[in-house]
């Protein structure tokens, strides 16, 4: 039994969306499009994020089979991520979440300002 078992099944959107719970998770998918990074990449792109939320969000995306971690044995070693086919079936996901967010964020912005600003 799963934490979705009592989701009707042809409404998985609470499933879906908990693949992106978390802070990092969806920047993550997006910096992974142009393939393979090492840790040292992601933290350099994502200044924002420390090291021990990143670590988290990467276990949990590969968890979900997201994407991978392929582990160098070289000297020294490295670690890369990837996106898997699922994850880069995600990328035309986001990049909708982002064409909404561009064309509605800031009315969203100013609706919770209004609400903030009444509600107090």
């Not at 949990?60 to 990837?82: C, K, W």
């Amino acid at each position: 039994m799963t934490e979705y078992d009592h989701i009707d099944p042809n409404c998985r959107i609470a499933s879906v969306l908990d693949i992106f719970k978390g802070r990092w998770k969806g920047e993550i998918i997006a910096v992974l499009r142009s393939g393979p990074k090492r840790f040292s990449t992601l933290r350099s792109e994502m200044p924002a994020a420390s090291a021990r939320s990143l670590t988290e969000s990467l276990r949990a995306l590969e968890r979900d089979g997201i994407l991978q971690r392929r582990q160098f044995e070289e000297i020294p070693p490295h670690v890369e991520y990837s996106l898997t086919a699922r994850g880069r079936e995600l990328l035309p996901l986001l990049d909708q979440i982002q064409r909404w967010g561009e064309v509605h964020l800031s009315c969203v912005e100013a609706c919770r300002e209004t609400y903030d600003h009444q509600a107090s």
